[in-house]
């Protein structure tokens, strides 16, 4: 019997674990679910007998080792700075780890060791990133076989409300990992655009905004994800004048979380005393410059972040709960956790409500032996929950992991080391089955002539 152990049972397990436990008769599986809540790991469970819930806390680096060792593969959904941890008891006791998260530094400390003990460590195989990863080497690819020089790439994602949803004046849901929907600009963010590199600090993320639209949900707006330098080497883009990835939210979300920012609420260094007995409106005063008293909060708030004290961002902060008096009332440190609270009680997904994943690739590229024809690509991917039921989030997160981990069981996915999921081994068989079940791309291809502006997105275009 071969058994597989994941880790964590949060937002983006529901789909992963169903998967695992829908094979796991035929396959000869035993699948063990993990969590700090053994309520929770029993939940996605659900009295399934091939699958069995333990409680686990993944700081307890003997029982991590001790669990991981007695199972075939190990899927990580716990927090990212867990994954080193993970990731080094896997590879101590041979086992192969798959998990969503971005890969660290440690992650590829490790490949020559996974490679010694033919270990495979996978991460960044969910959604974004993941397949927006193998989805953008596929196309990339596909063009150079064509003779084709790409000469631009972008590529965003999102996971937000129906662009018709009236759930909340945000067009937003919590549908995954709360903490880094607080911490999303905290490492800032780098792209390169017609040639220049550009930098954004991260008090700055959500002002970097431009437009995009989207097929079949309208226009959106970008703003930088992270480091885009980095995947110009992951898709061999060297000679690509433009690189950058994003992330896509509704029009209006970017303008009132860069007034979260800035009044320094996604902070989780510095600690509060006794922060769960203090209300909101008492964390944004303490936000404030000493000099910025007397008159009412929301007046003095609304002229600190010069905006208006009866504008539209402003109702957006009050009706997120910035300034509510009762006691934050659960268990909470820093500003950042304090956020996170309030984030997962105000922006949770009614049970009548959908959520809707969108991942989009543009590409332009020239065919110099087709008397340098140029053209450009656009392919979209969009995908919506079930209504009180599985999240769009979850399926898309958990479906190109779970599959996975069904190619190692059965023998079909032979890479070892620190790997991302842009090699042919790793991508066909993971596309492939997604679009069996529906979840492929939409492409528009359009012919650009020599008038054509190379790229429509100028630094000077950005929100100031």
Known sequence: MKRILVLGAGYSSPFLVSYLLEHAVGADWQVTVADRDLDAAARRIDGHPRGRAI????SDAIALGEQIAGHDVVVSLVPPRFQALVAWAAVQHGRHMVT???????????????????VLLLPEVGLDPGI???????????????GGVVEAFESYGAGVLPPESEANPLQYAITWNPRNVVMAAEYGACYIETGRIKIVPWHNVFRHTWPIEVP?????????????LSYQETFGLDGAHTVIRGTLRHQGFCEVWQQVVRLGLPNENLHVPQLEQRSYRELVEMCLPRALTGTRLESRVANYLGISATGEIMRKLEWLGLFDEDPIGVPVRTPAEAMQ?????????????????????ELEAQYPEDGNRRERIVTTFVHRGDPGGMTAMARTVGFPAAIVVRLLLEGRLAAAGSQLPTIPEIYEPVLD?????????????TPLDDEHEPHRLESDSMID
Request: net charge negative; hydrophobic share 40%; charged share 35%.
């Open 55 to 58: 409680r686990l806390d993944a």
């Open 100 to 118: 969503a998260s971005y890969r660290d530094q440690a992650l590829r400390d490790l490949d020559q060791a996974a490679r010694q003990k033919g």
């Open 132 to 146: 927006d990863l193998m989805s953008a080497m596929r196309l990339i690819r596909r063009v150079e076989r064509a």
């Open 216 to 228: 079949g949900v309208g226009m959106m707006e970008a703003y930088p994800n992270r480091d885009s």
């Open 341 to 361: 609270a309030l984030l997962e009680r105000r922006l949770a997904l009614p049970e009548d409500e959908s959520d809707v994943v969108v991942l989009q690739h």
């Open 433 to 445: 089955e997604l679009e069996r079940e529906g979840l492929g791309f939409g492409e528009i291809v």
